[in-house]
């Protein structure tokens, strides 16, 4: 059996046994990345050397007892927004396509003391301002479960690199769903942290007030095990927490007895699709079955989630993304004739549509004269909406829902209707601006056998009760490769 | 009938805090240094750099704010102000407009015996931009991103000043108190305070104020006093001509004593401020404002007070002496070395302000250790040097801060309290001038001055003139 249909806990284990080397995993991590990669596209950069002269020192480190974390030689693959020392940094943007930064996100940083071997950088949305890894300057990722369609986004690149066996896990970024998202579309497993859980410097912003840093993986234990390696507080970042509660890998406990799981009413009106509904619910009467309590409730406000959400991560984009002008690093415009030219020709090349669209629509919600009317209103319905949670988790312990409205899209087909996309977020948008924790994981498959993902909203730094109730339902089905890679004997 | 008019003034004063690191990230903030060595990835805007406030400058703000009345905001927050330059790294500045940390806020002035009040409207914290350097060789422009994230205040007045001379008894207020507190040395030539100028003109009893315009560019008291008027007169004249004042920004050109419009408030940017996500909000408890106002050191009413009681000196001088919180420091040193209070004073008081304008300097700006000028006081208590040889000493400390007694003794001036020597000194004057001699004789007091003065130039000024005066006296 290949190394990387190995979960990351497995291979960590074998490598910390001796019975794998560190260079041996890596070379088979990146044996199929060049194997794979021209059908599905996962990474911007691959850092074949670089890789090697890691997997050397730590396998090094491990052997003098220095190293002995669960993940200690295992390979990775980081988001392209998150900044790491001399590697090509991009967003997936033209604009940052020559960036190295000159330091390390924190996340990576964790990771790195822990031992993981980083093998690259994964495509995204440019900016991470998609659903589909559609707007990367850098071609489309595809997904491992079916090229037609797309991984979902924005940590499209990561989630497929996971589902395709190209590494055991990776990092991804959510501001409105962007782990949790792929992660269903690809049929593996996100964990999007409470708001200030992981350090968010070096994360390139896109709606600061909404980033969080999280975990792709195979299964729930994974997901907990790096969660648990990433999360520490960061003096650097003044939104990062200063917590103890980071056990999370105490929580993968198969009980649910007990546990009061709430289910929005609202989440299965119109616009969901039928066999995302069935298999939701049914993994609801799983839980179910295993002890839990299952309600249906009202959460309200769901309709207001989607422009809240592209208001205020649209009004913080465009002023983060004021930096990218031509003057520091990155992309500048070949000819120009004063500064104010400079600037506006950088720009109107360096960006893709839709990181234009974001910023003017973040400008104008910004100007003077509407700030009232849309960004307060906004940021009034946030509050909202927090509330709206909080009185949820006065009666349960999780709130059980789709991740999507629908499975993996046709390539092409949401980029050509924007507010079809924007609306696909409307079960995950909620949960950055409340602040919230949330997993995805798969829980069936809908009727072209694309998965599905079933989303657990935790309250506030509650990622433990999430990681339970995942880890139990879990226990109840296995793993399932993508049938592609059956097929072709991959 | 000419019409009267009045000049209504209101301040916005930038003042670079002490910090010693910067305010959103651990460099240094010291003046000078190479292009781009004080700077990190949070100061020069690279992507996924995040701030974090530094706590001493809330802490500046927070004694400025008590020190001029202010009402202190105990929640308070940072906004960007977004605005596209390069000596701007992110392309935003932090800075606070929707709760600025202090508010509501007077200082009294007094100007030709009149005392006034001026409303202190807000003052905020913001970070400072870098510096753009224009290559002359390659046409190409430089930035320096030192100065970028170096703490200021902004302390913005109500519109009550009507005149120059209000402007400056306001901010040279503002500056003592500044001082006073250690927050910032407050250097209008360095820029470590900068003054812009709000100024309207309405006729005396008109309803409304005029159209203002801001006046920016000065960096001095004189510059700001010959902006005022000019733009006064600038104003007045449009007035006069039926024409109307524009709201602009100007800037003031000290060299050739005119101001020009910058840009009119049509073209006037929209800043589209809002609340920084990656700050939190500041909470400011009560404990830690009476802690800080605990810690608040003597402003200047305070030591006038104290000097009056503790060393007897007039009032005159004491105005004087804390003028400046350099100088009140230096004299307060000086007298913890051991000098009399009034000697000091008199040092202070007459060469070093006769110097100070000679060198055409601010008593800021004085570099002499009380040290040094403790140690020439004694030189002279002791006799050791006369009065003239210590004024000679006393402009080499002033310029370079010299150790007077090396000086003294290397340079061999010291007196000569050796009588042998001396009076065979006089005794050859007194030969060498008979003339002199006889008048003084003969009833002429005067004449002995003049022996005087001959035998001082003999022992090359390194006699005790009284002495001379005696053993003169004696052998005539």
Not at chain 1, 51 to 72: M, Y
Not at chain 2, 200 to 228: D, P, Q, W
Request: charged share 25%; glycine share 8%; proline share 4%.
């Amino acid at each position: 059996m290949d190394l990387m249909q190995l979960t990351a806990v497995e291979l960590g284990k074998k490598i910390a046994s001796g019975e794998v080397s560190v260079v041996e995993a890596t070379q088979a991590a990146l044996d199929r990345i060049e194997k794979l990669e021209p059908d599905y596209n996962c990474f911007v950069t691959v850092d074949k050397e670089g890789s090697f002269a890691q997997a050397e020192t730590i396998q090094k480190k491990i052997d003098n007892g220095e190293l002995t974390g669960p993940l200690a030689g295992v390979p990775v693959a980081i988001k392209d927004n998150m900044c790491l020392e001399g590697m090509l940094t991009t967003c997936s943007s033209k604009i940052l396509s020559n960036f190295k930064p000159t330091y390390t996100a924190d996340a990576v940083i964790q990771l790195q003391k822990a031992g993981a071997v980083i093998i690259g950088k994964t495509n995204m949305d440019e900016f991470a301002m998609g659903s589909t890894t559609e707007t990367s300057y850098y071609g489309v990722t595809k997904n491992p479960w079916d090229i037609s369609r797309v991984p979902g986004g924005s940590s499209g690149g990561s989630a497929a690199a996971v589902a395709a066996e190209e590494v055991p896990y990776a990092l991804g970024s959510d501001t409105g769903g962007s782990i949790r998202q792929p992660a269903a579309f690809c049929g593996v497993t996100g964990i999007k942290p409470t708001y200030g859980r992981v350090s968010r410097y070096g994360l390139i912003a896109y709606g600061s007030s909404l980033d969080q840093i999280g975990p792709l993986a195979k299964d729930v234990t994974d997901c907990a095990t790096i969660l648990e390696i990433i999360s520490k507080h960061d003096k650097k970042d003044s939104t990062s927490v200063d917590r103890e509660d980071t056990d999370f890998t105490s929580a993968l406990v198969d009980d649910v007895k007990g546990m009061k799981i709430g289910i929005p009413r609202d989440y299965f009106g119109e616009g969901i699709d039928p066999d995302v509904k069935e298999q939701v619910l049914a993994a609801a009467k799983v839980l179910e079955a295993k002890g839990a309590i299952v309600e249906e409730f009202d959460l309200s406000l769901v309709e207001y989630a989607i422009p809240a959400y592209y208001i205020i991560a649209s009004a913080e984009a465009s002023s983060n993304l004021e930096r990218f002008d031509g003057v520091k690093y990155g992309y500048r415009t070949d000819s120009f004739t004063d500064l104010h030219n400079m600037y506006k020709k950088t720009r109107s090349e360096g960006f893709g549509a839709e990181v234009k669209r974001r910023i003017m629509l973040g400008s104008f919600v910004l100007s003077s004269g509407y700030y009232d009317a849309y960004y307060l209103k906004a940021l009034r319905t946030k509050a909202l909406i927090k509330q709206a949670f909080d009185r949820a988790f006065e009666t349960y312990d999780v709130i059980l829902g789709p991740v999507a409205p629908t499975t993996a899209l046709k390539l092409g087909e949401s980029l050509s209707d924007p507010l079809k996309m924007y609306l696909g977020d409307i079960y995950t948008v909620s949960v950055n601006l409340a602040g919230l924790p949330g997993i995805s994981l798969p829980c069936g498959f809908d009727k072209n056998g694309m998965p599905v993902g079933m989303q657990l909203v935790g309250n506030a730094f509650d990622e433990k009760t999430i990681i339970r109730a995942a880890y139990a339902f879990e226990r109840t089905m296995s793993y399932k490769r993508p049938t592609t890679l059956r097929e072709r004997g991959l | 009938m000419s019409k009267v008019y009045e000049t209504v003034i209101g301040l916005e004063v930038h003042v670079e805090l002490a910090t010693k690191t910067k305010i959103f990230c651990g460099c240094s903030t010291e003046f000078g240094g190479a292009p781009n060595t004080h700077t990190c990835p949070v100061c020069t805007g690279m992507p996924g750099s995040l701030p974090v406030l530094n706590k001493g400058v809330v802490e500046k703000a927070i004694a400025v704010g008590l020190a001029t009345n202010c009402t202190i905001t105990q929640n308070c927050k940072f906004d960007r102000k977004n605005y596209f330059y390069p000596d701007n790294p992110q392309n935003y500045q932090i800075s606070q407009l929707y709760y600025p940390i202090c508010r509501n806020g007077k200082v009294e002035i007094e100007v030709n015996g009149q005392k006034k009040e001026i409303g202190i409207h807000e003052i905020h914290m913001e970070e400072d931009a870098g510096k753009l350097v224009h290559d002359a060789c390659d046409g190409a422009s430089l930035v320096d991103y030192n100065r970028s994230g170096v703490p200021l205040i902004e302390i913005v007045s109500e519109p009550d000043m009507r005149s120059a001379e209000e402007v400056i008894a306001y901010l040279d207020k503002l500056r003592l108190i500044i001082q006073y507190l250690g927050a910032s040395d407050c250097k209008l030539n360095e820029g470590s305070m900068r003054a812009d100028v709000n100024l309207s003109v309405c006729e005396v009893g008109a309803k409304e104020f005029g159209t203002r315009t801001e006046m920016k560019n000065l960096n001095s008291f004189k510059a700001i006093a010959r902006a005022i008027e000019n733009e006064r007169e600038r104003q007045i004249a449009l007035i006069e001509d039926g024409k109307e004042v524009v709201q602009e920004t100007r800037r003031w050109d000290d060299t050739k004593g005119y101001s020009y419009a910058m840009r009119s408030k049509e073209d006037a940017q929209d800043y589209r401020y809002f609340p920084d996500p990656d700050l939190v909000s500041i909470q400011i408890s009560d404990a830690w404002i009476e802690e800080i106002r605990g810690k608040q050191p003597e402003l200047r009413a305070e030591k006038q007070a104290r000097y009056k009681e503790e060393y007897d000196i007039p009032e005159y001088d004491i105005d004087i002496l804390t003028s400046s919180k350099k100088m009140a420091d230096l004299f307060e040193e000086t007298i913890a070395l051991g000098a009399a209070p009034k000697k000091v004073s008199n040092w202070l008081m007459v060469e070093t302000m006769r110097l100070l304008k000679e060198h055409e300097m601010e008593a800021d700006e004085l570099a002499f250790s009380a040290t040094n000028l403790a140690k020439l006081i004694q030189l002279v208590e002791s006799k050791a040097i006369n009065g003239t040889v210590a004024k000679e000493v006393f402009e080499k400390v002033f310029a370079e801060d010299i150790d007077p007694e090396k000086y003294v003794e290397e340079h061999g001036l010291k007196t000569v309290n050796d009588e042998g020597a001396l009076r065979k000194v006089v005794e050859e004057v007194i030969a060498a001038n008979p003339q002199s001699v006889a008048d003084y004789r003969n009833g002429k007091e005067k004449a002995i001055g003049f022996l005087v003065g001959q035998t001082m130039k003999a022992m090359k000024g390194k006699a005790d003139p009284g002495s001379v005066n005696q053993m003169l006296k004696e052998l005539l």
